[in-house]
């Protein structure tokens, strides 16, 4: 079992950053593949980003490529999310999981079954 607990999101005005944080218990976070989701209201849950356990490789979605890091800090059992450049439409519930990575292009870069772990979301405002 993995607990894994988000925080650090908030309201951000459009051009700014916020850095978001998974914490994880009971096991390392480098035995796992893991990632973030998100799901604006209305809208169906999207892949972000994925960090590959093996290698440290990562995917994310087109429409973050370019603004968003995913970096992860041993120490610290912790994965991190540094978002820049936000806009409103990055507005959302932001999720972490464990999962597999995908570099299928046009499909979500991290991918769940029923087996995997979720914390339990953070609110990300974009707004002026």
């Known amino acids: 079992q993995v607990q894994l607990v988000e925080s650090g999101g908030g309201l951000v005005q459009p051009g700014g950053s916020l850095r978001l944080s998974c914490a994880a218990s009971?096991?390392?976070?480098?035995?796992?593949?893991i990632g973030w989701f998100r799901q604006a209201p209305g809208k169906e849950r999207e892949g972000v980003v994925c960090?590959?356990?093996?290698?440290?490789?990562?995917h994310y979605a087109d429409s973050v490529k370019g603004r968003f890091t995913i970096s992860r800090d041993d120490a610290q059992n912790t994965v991190y999310l540094l978002m820049n450049n936000l806009t409103p439409e990055d507005t959302a519930v932001y999720y972490c999981?464990?999962?597999?990575?995908?570099?299928?292009?046009?499909?979500?870069?991290?991918?769940?079954?029923?087996?995997?772990?979720w914390g339990q979301g953070t609110q990300v405002t974009v707004s002026s």
């Open positions: 999981a464990t999962g597999i990575c995908s570099s299928v292009p046009g499909t979500s870069p991290i991918k769940t079954s029923s087996r995997d772990y």
């Open positions: 009971e096991h390392p976070l480098d035995w796992y593949s």
């Open positions: 960090r590959s356990f093996s290698d440290g490789t990562t």
